[in-house]
């Protein structure tokens, strides 16, 4: 995962890659949802760019009442242009100067997420939220004479964007840009952690000189910088393995496959000591991950909280929870289950906001944005899904590990999570980590 100070930065980056591409690139998908407010200006609510070999000729633009649903291959000299007018706010689209919703940014600590798990190298640019509040996408049927009906706002961007309407939970909630690359010069296959050692099992088409594994092991006294060790009985070309004592008082493991050039070729994390990882095809859905979180019950990344009132004592729980996982790993918070793991039905959630199912599952999802929003300093990287769950739904507020650290409420307390436990953090070593954690505070973080 790599920070850049703003959009030019990335913006740079996103093309280096794309220039020195193996195989070579020829050309982007670009997929956009746009939204066309009362006032009669249109901005640029989600959309993706799928970098590609082969070439697709195919132009087409749908235009709803409110939405308008855009595609184009581009060319790599045309997408260039492009992403640089919109991340400058000068893209132009029906004769029109498109609202200046990705250009707004000084300092976009979300800016980018970088993932090869599967592959792909991703970024994300996101938009400012102002116009998130009017156009949050409804229930209703989007439909227009000669064009393509959809059962909802919300099904039609996950079917236009990602492909797949069961993909919902990608665009709730915040508008996104994301741009992906694919990146097939390196993969961390498998990891076998055993008592005190770490097996890495890595597929690439370099060579053993231009890779790097860098390991980070952390436990409750602070963090431990490693360096995997290359195998001498690999195989195959393609096949690499490397080797890594690991500290008996490790609680975590994270893995950097690194090329000569600096850059992040892949990354993994190791939670659970003899719990082996193992990368997957394509993106592990949020329901893949639910059906761990349920099987493993709470702990460092996971928490589970009953459906809570409005201005209940039990908001501020939730946040301090919100707080811990930001200044922590990472996790997700379900809502609308017990502590044992069990979901709550439909009834408690009416009952939490007193009025119909579904306006109270909305209201639900809207308090909780607002809670985080206006609750916590800096703001964490966060995003609130709606997910079905055993004949109910839940609510997951997935919370992405943060690099601004520290995250505070806005009383000042700052929080880390240690298994099930919200904690203080140890001023002489987790406190001055956190700190030190930050790239304001020692550089650009890579």
């Not at 090329?259 to 892949?266: A, Q, Y």
Request: with cysteine; charged share 30%; hydrophobic share 35%.
């Amino acid at each position: 995962m790599a920070y850049y100070n703003n959009q030019n930065d990335a913006y740079e980056r996103i093309f280096d890659i794309v220039d020195n591409a193996l195989p070579e690139l020829e050309g982007a998908l670009l997929k956009l949802a746009l939204i066309r407010k009362e006032d009669g200006s249109i901005y640029i609510s989600n959309g993706r760019i799928v970098f590609q070999q082969e070439v697709e000729s195919k132009e087409q633009i749908f235009e709803y009442p409110k939405m308008i649903l855009y595609s184009k291959w581009l060319t790599i000299p045309e997408i260039k242009k492009t992403l640089r007018s919109i991340l400058t706010g000068k893209w132009q689209f029906l004769d029109q100067i498109i609202s200046r919703e990705y250009a707004l940014w000084d300092d976009n600590v979300r800016l980018p997420d970088q993932n090869s798990v599967s592959g792909w190298r991703e970024f994300a640019f996101v938009g400012r939220s102002q116009n998130r509040e009017n156009s949050d996408y409804n229930y209703q049927p989007l439909v227009a004479f000669g064009k393509p009906a959809y059962a909802s706002e919300l099904l039609a961007v996950a079917e236009w964007i990602y492909g797949d309407s069961n993909k919902e939970q990608f665009v709730r909630g915040m508008d996104q840009l994301e741009i992906v690359i694919p990146d097939k010069r390196g993969r961390i296959e498998a990891a076998m952690w055993g008592p005190d050692s770490l097996t890495v099992d890595v597929n690439t088409i370099l060579s053993t000189g231009d890779l790097s594994l860098q390991i980070i092991e952390k436990s409750g006294s602070g963090l431990r910088r490693n360096e995997g060790e290359l195998s001498n009985s690999n195989d195959t070309l393609s096949k690499k393995k490397f080797f890594a004592e690991i500290d008996d008082s490790t609680d975590s493991v994270e893995l950097y496959l690194i090329h000569r050039d600096n850059s992040l070729l892949d990354f993994a994390k190791m939670q659970v000591k003899g719990k082996d990882y193992e990368a997957v095809d394509g993106e592990r859905t949020i329901e893949d991950i639910a059906i761990d979180d349920f099987e493993n019950g709470e702990g460092d990344t996971v928490e589970f909280k009953s459906w809570i009132e409005k201005g209940h004592k039990k908001e501020n729980e939730l946040l301090r929870t919100v707080v811990a996982f930001s200044n922590t790993l990472g996790g997700r918070i379900y809502i609308g289950v017990r502590d044992d793991g069990s979901v709550q039905n439909g009834t408690m959630l009416k009952n939490a906001f007193k009025c119909a199912y579904q306006d109270a599952l909305n209201l639900a999802v809207k308090r909780v944005k607002k809670l985080i929003t206006e609750s916590l300093k800096p703001l964490p990287e966060f995003q609130v899904l709606i997910l079905p769950m055993a004949g109910e739904n839940v609510i997951v507020i997935e919370v992405q590990e943060g690099y601004n650290t520290p995250y505070a409420l806005h009383d000042n307390s700052i929080l880390v999570r240690r298994g099930a436990t919200i904690k203080k953090p140890e001023p002489s070593k987790e406190l001055l980590y956190l700190i030190q954690k930050n790239p304001t505070n020692r550089g650009i973080f890579v």
